[in-house]
Structure formats: structure tokens, C-alpha cells
């Protein structure tokens, strides 16, 4: 399968705890995106990296949220001191791009998140 | 304003009905539009981009009117497989410059056999 793969699938911590998500883009591709998506809504962007440069941070990822994508493939986000808010399901999405145009983005199947 | 605006929905449509979703947007310097669908709990997939002159991916039409910031998406002869959240996606520029993607909020469809 050559599709982004993100792990874990779900996480439930308790909250206070940190937890981490990875995500592997499609391996061509040189952007990477994390969105979040609460129930009955759409995804809202969070924030993205055009190869290992994180350009820009949504107002929505405080600054207990990170987000790393070291060597300009894999990524991951890490929570700080998880609170009952942060739960939604964390999506990862990945595109080409080679000029200033937006190009179709494909998705992760996402990590599910429940904080108690 | 919300940027990015769907019908409201539920919609329950029996089998091999035309269906139509309709989006606007709120910032007239948007250039790329999208439709994705989202089946339950399941990530958004691509399901056509949207282009200015209009285009036709078999049962499914898509048109964009940028004088009324206006998307539309047309499903013929909708089957149960049809059933899903569809998402509205507009691209634009953040205040950083930077392009963005904004979801709508999506309008569920069932088709009822």
C-alpha cells in the first residue's frame, strides 16, 4: 500500500498525559498537512510542511500541540498535557507540488484520539 | 460568515434519484475547488476537482459560478453505494500567503433502496 499510513489508528490516554502520532506521507510527495475533524464537522487545518519547513500553524494548535517533520518525510504531532477538548480524530494529508497552485491532497485513515 | 457553506442536510433520497449539494465561499480569491467524500469514519477521499467551465466524472457534474461564489455538485441515478458525507474544499491564501485548504462541513446522503 502505497497511500499516507498514519499510526496509531486510536490512542486513549487520560488526560494530563502527552501522546505522539505519526504520519507517512506518499513517499513522492512534498507536502504534508495535520488537520483535526470532531464530529459533524470537516476537517479543520492545523498546520503544514512543504518538505522538512513547517510554513504555517493554524490559531488552533496552542502551544501545547508540535508538529515535526524532520527529515522532509515522515511526521510526526505530539499533545502536550492532553485535555478532554483535544479529542477528534487527527488527520494526515500529503500532496505535490511544484509551483504556488494547490494540488489534490490525499488523506490518512487518521488517529482516532479520546482523552478521559 | 462562515468560509466555506454547505446545505445543512440530512438527505434521504431513494435509489436512482438526482441529487444535488450545493457550497458557497466567502472569499473571492479562492482558485482551486474540490468535492471530497467522506464515508463513516473513514478518512476524506478526492472525488472530483472543480473547474471553471464545469466538468462531468460519469453519474457525478460538478460547476463552479465565481460571480456568486458558488459550487454545485449533481449526482444522477444515485446509487446506495452513494451514500456518504460530502465535503465542499476551497483553496485559498492564508494572511501568511500561504495556500490553504478550507473543509465545509460536510452534507450527509443516504439513499434509501
Known amino acids: 500500500d502505497t497511500g499516507v499510513s498514519q499510526d496509531p489508528r486510536h490512542k486513549i490516554t487520560k488526560r494530563g498525559q502527552n501522546v505522539t502520532f505519526r504520519c507517512d506521507p506518499i513517499s513522492e510527495h512534498n507536502r504534508l498537512y495535520w488537520y483535526r475533524q470532531t464530529l459533524g464537522q470537516g476537517p479543520e487545518f492545523l498546520t503544514y510542511?512543504?518538505?522538512?519547513?513547517?510554513?504555517?500553524k493554524s490559531r488552533l494548535l496552542s502551544d501545547r500541540f508540535s508538529a515535526e517533520r524532520p527529515k522532509g518525510s515522515f511526521s510526526t504531532l505530539e499533545i502536550q498535557r492532553t485535555e478532554q477538548g483535544d479529542s477528534a480524530m487527527y488527520l494526515c494529508?500529503?500532496?505535490?507540488?511544484?509551483?504556488?497552485?494547490?494540488?489534490?491532497?490525499?488523506f490518512g485513515p487518521g488517529t482516532r484520539l479520546t482523552v478521559t | 460568515r462562515k468560509e466555506v457553506e454547505q446545505d445543512p442536510g440530512p438527505f434521504n433520497v431513494p435509489e436512482g434519484a438526482t441529487v444535488a449539494f450545493n457550497c458557497t465561499y466567502s472569499n473571492s480569491a479562492s482558485q482551486s475547488f474540490f468535492w471530497y467524500r467522506q464515508d463513516c469514519r473513514k478518512e476524506p477521499k478526492l472525488l472530483m476537482s472543480?473547474?471553471?467551465s464545469g466538468n462531468e466524472d460519469g453519474r457525478f457534474t460538478a460547476q463552479l459560478n465565481r460571480a456568486s461564489q458558488y459550487i454545485s455538485l449533481l449526482i444522477r441515478d444515485s446509487k446506495l453505494s452513494d451514500s456518504a458525507t460530502y465535503l465542499c474544499?476551497?483553496?485559498?491564501?492564508?494572511?501568511?500567503?500561504?495556500?490553504?485548504?478550507?473543509f465545509g462541513t460536510g452534507t450527509r446522503l443516504t439513499i434509501i433502496p
Open positions: 474544499v476551497v483553496s485559498g491564501r492564508s494572511n501568511f500567503g500561504n495556500e490553504k485548504l478550507t
Open positions: 510542511f512543504q518538505n522538512e519547513a513547517q510554513l504555517e
Open positions: 494529508a500529503s500532496s505535490w507540488t511544484q509551483d504556488r497552485g494547490t494540488h489534490e491532497q490525499y
Open positions: 472543480v473547474y471553471s
